[in-house]
């Protein structure tokens, strides 16, 4: 059964990068390699930006908040160097604002990631363990995107679209960078800001797993603790033998592996597009497009978005990117011969997923964005927004953990 998954992994990315490079254009071909490698990258370290919050409220593990903090290090430090070298300028960056939008968005992104027990990108790569599971959050993610949608793209909700404080490089928000006047144009003052609070929540992360190790509320995640049980790693003398496979494909990745892959995915995608990483709209427009399909008249649908009717179509950047991210983790899963499907969903969770999907999606139009659009892309280059973020989807993953265990009893 392992071989079968193993060659279906190898003969879907085949067909994948075939079908591909024959039917997309250049720009789009792009998208669908960095979506394929995000996605592989995240389902073989076992590496999802909800799991910070959840696998330390239910396991008491905080390894992967404080792998967070070490991704947001280095990919800020790749993007001084990039900035620094002309490679890319401010222009596109995401400078989000910070106002009440962010802070409500942040903590409903929060409670429905939770009650979900995934985020945006989490839902792509988790959509191989439960499909069902994944395609009721991504619908209602995409309802709750599109209900968000006329309070984020109207322009008149202040409290959405302005800030509170910003600086001279950005109208919209706060560039870490302006508050230095240093050495490399201030970008060495920017990265000492990201370390040092990137090390604040690391050393925070600890004290908190130490408490609940104390209390005897901590349990080893057996996909954290699977890349140590691994004792050799190494390319054997033998190019067709069994540790060869295991060392290229079959192998599970650690999460310091895992997030050198997506920082240098991440870093190649702003270089290309010089933009950032974002996930979270595309489901509104998928929604959108759905009802548009079902007889809705795409006027009304623009109308009430206050987007322009080409934004819906199928073929959009981040479109194909989100779509290669759930085939670049299906690809992972496959060739690490570990796929195991399942279709069982109880009423209980069936509430979950739902309220959790809507939340989501609606919570991203509050703050600009979801955990990678309004926290890991902000972050990364300099915006002060994605650590408020940060902080009120903690709060917010607290609670809604709270209402799963405690309100809907579903663990």
């Not at 984020?152 to 109208?171: D, I, L, M, R």
């Not at 960078?177 to 240093?182: H, K, L, S, T």
């Not at 060495?188 to 797993?209: C, N, P, R």
């Not at 809507?358 to 890991?376: E, K």
Request: net charge positive.
């Amino acid at each position: 059964m392992k071989k079968i998954q193993v060659i279906c992994g190898l003969a879907l990315l085949a067909v994948t990068l075939i079908i591909g490079f024959a039917i997309l254009e250049t720009g789009l071909i792009f998208r669908l390699l960095i979506g394929l490698v995000l996605g592989y990258a995240l389902a073989r370290g076992a590496y999802g930006f909800a799991g910070s919050v959840n696998r330390a409220y239910r396991f008491g593990s905080t390894k992967l908040m404080r792998t967070l903090m070490f991704l947001f290090a280095i990919s800020s430090i790749g993007t001084a160097v990039l900035l620094y070298s002309g490679v890319l300028t401010t222009a596109k960056f995401w400078i989000n604002p910070i106002n009440l939008g962010l802070l409500l968005g942040g903590f409903l992104f929060g409670v429905g990631m939770a009650l979900a027990s995934n985020c945006a990108s989490g839902v792509l790569t988790d959509f191989r363990n439960n499909p069902l599971k994944a395609i009721i959050i991504i619908i209602f993610f995409g309802i709750g995107v599109f209900v968000g949608l006329p309070i984020q793209q109207s322009g008149e909700n202040s409290w959405v679209s302005e800030t509170w404080f910003n600086t001279s490089t950005s109208p919209k928000g706060v560039y870490i960078v302006d508050w230095f006047n240093g050495p490399f144009n201030g970008l060495l003052g920017g990265i000492i800001v990201v370390v040092l609070i990137a090390l604040l929540f690391t050393y925070g992360s600890l004290f908190v797993e130490k408490i609940l190790k104390n209390k005897g509320k901590y349990t080893e995640i057996k996909s954290e603790i699977a890349h140590k049980e691994i004792t050799h790693d190494e390319l054997p003398l033998n190019p067709i033998s069994k540790g060869t496979y295991d060392v290229i494909l079959g192998n599970p990745w650690s999460l310091r592996t895992a997030s050198f892959v997506i920082a240098g995915a991440f870093l190649t995608l702003m270089v290309v597009t010089k933009g950032g990483w974002g996930v979270s709209t595309v489901y509104g427009l998928w929604f959108g497009k759905i009802l548009m399909v079902f007889g809705v008249s795409p006027s009304w649908i623009t109308e009430f978005t206050h987007m322009s009717a080409a934004s819906f179509a199928f073929d959009h950047p981040v479109s194909v990117q989100n779509i290669a991210i759930l085939l670049g983790a299906f690809i992972a899963i496959l060739t690490m011969g570990t796929l195991k499907m399942s279709f069982k969903i109880s009423w209980k969770q069936l509430i979950a997923f739902v309220l959790g999907g809507f939340l989501l999606g609606f919570g991203t139009r509050l703050s600009n964005g979801c955990n990678v659009g309004a926290l890991y892309s902000p972050i990364a280059q300099f915006s002060l927004s994605g650590w408020f973020f940060l902080i009120f989807m903690i709060i917010g993953g607290v609670i809604g953990n709270i209402i799963l265990k405690k309100v809907i009893k579903c663990d």
